[in-house]
């Protein structure tokens, strides 16, 4: 146990591992404080979450050590097919035959297992699992955190990965913009007839988009996650309904194209809503993935954008530490908010777009989306940039994000 490190990162999720786990790759060490019991976070059985990891960011986990322990346990995403409701006409997202996949969806618990492992693994990693700060203090000479395990600990700099609700955000008075869609999503995952040929499909409703993301195959056989976008009015009832229910339910808003559905996994909703802070960092602070920004599930970028912090924020840290400067000094943060305030802050934009763009109701509204599906369709630069963002390529690229050591 360490009482003294580089890094305090508050929160052990994806990102707050991630993030830990790069740092020691960098040679930098680091102490995670979580408070959730990992019997449940890692607990056996799929739970029905399922995040799609962007090419850059799965380039960012091959270089710290952990692609490895993924490889062959996901489904590529070779393709994305969008269109508006079932009416004819539609957007196809095809890599060509030598260029990488769109990304790569993985179950939540595999990502959570792997990740834990290699925090687990690293000697420059401190993981206190079960535990919180009781009180943090950020000065200009350091910051100091007394755990709920009764220690107290010391770092150069304080890292909120502690996702929407980040209370280490709030102590800090950093303005939110935020506000709600009056929309719940339902994620879950069943099983399908047909295979899904490694196609994500996005079916816009007025009432929101329906996602269908493949999975790889497991002994039942095909399956894909869902993200089905409703009517918060209307969220309760949809989680209340029976498997047979909510399976027809699913089955109509698809149109059948995947053949009968059967055996659904847990389903799970949430509300929908917008943040973004108005700054990412304070002094001896900065904000990583979801306690920074949060955005519509329209475009699966969420946890991307959160490795795309963590990217960033490493290599801003080691190209510090070569220049003699301490993890948490001004100038380093302040080049990590340049660096990463205008995407964060565009990807929010595109996606909130999006979500009222294909949300207005009327046939005139869906005729002038069908019309501007088909244009785009037929435009291969435009299609080459949409793709680009998918997989996490746009931009000027921390290293990590194109595989390279930092």
């Known amino acids: 146990m360490r009482n003294a490190a580089d890094v305090l990162i508050l929160g052990g999720g994806l990102v707050g591992s991630t993030l830990a786990t790069a740092l020691h790759g960098a040679g930098l060490t680091a102490i995670v404080v979580d408070p959730a019991d990992p019997a449940v976070t890692l607990a056996a059985g799929f739970d029905g979450r399922a995040s799609a990891v962007a090419s850059a960011s799965h380039r960012m986990l091959d270089a710290i050590g952990v692609g490895a322990q993924l490889a062959g346990r996901g489904c590529a995403i070779r393709q994305i097919r969008v269109s508006d409701g079932l009416a004819p006409g539609k957007l196809d997202f095809t890599p060509a035959p030598d260029d990488d996949a769109l990304g790569t969806m993985y179950e939540n618990r595999l990502l959570r297992t792997v990740l834990h492992d290699a925090v687990d693994r690293a000697s420059g990693v401190d993981l206190r699992m079960k ?99 409703v009517d918060a009015k209307h969220g309760a009832a949809m989680m209340k309904l ?69 990217a960033t924020l490493v290599e801003v ?44 109701p009327g046939r005139a509204a869906s005729a002038v989306r069908r019309f501007g599906i088909s244009a785009v369709d037929r435009l291969p630069p435009l299609k080459e940039r949409f793709m680009a963002e998918a997989r996490g390529e746009s931009g000027a690229l921390p290293k990590l994000l194109m595989g390279l050591s930092v």
């Open 131 to 229: 535990t919180h700060a009781l009180r943090v203090e950020r000065d200009l000479d350091g910051v100091r955190a007394e755990l709920s395990d009764g220690t107290t600990v010391t770092a150069d700099l304080l890292v909120a990965a502690e996702g929407r609700r980040s209370p280490t955000r709030e102590a800090a008075g950093i303005a939110v913009a935020t506000w709600k869609y009056d929309h719940t999503a339902i994620i879950g995952a069943f099983h399908h007839e047909r295979s899904h040929e490694d196609i994500a499909y996005e079916i816009f409703y007025p009432s929101g988009p329906f996602a269908l993301l493949p999975l790889p195959d497991d002994d039942i056989g095909h399956r894909c996650a869902i993200v089905w976008t």
């Open 242 to 310: 029976g498997d047979r229910a909510f399976l027809a339910e699913a089955e109509a808003r698809m149109g059948g194209f995947l053949g009968p559905l059967s055996a659904p996994s847990p389903r799970a909703s949430y509300p929908l809503g917008f943040h973004h802070a108005a700054r990412l960092v304070d002094t001896r602070l900065a904000l990583v993935g979801d306690a920074g920004h949060g955005i519509h599930p329209i475009a699966g970028q969420g946890l991307n954008l959160g490795f795309r912090d963590v």
């Open 317 to 360: 840290l080691v190209e510090g530490r070569r220049l003699g400067l301490e993890a948490g000094d001004a100038q380093l943060l302040a080049r990590y908010e340049r660096w990463r305030s205008l995407d964060t802050f565009m990807v929010a934009a595109a996606t909130d777009t999006l979500t009222r763009l294909f949300g207005v």
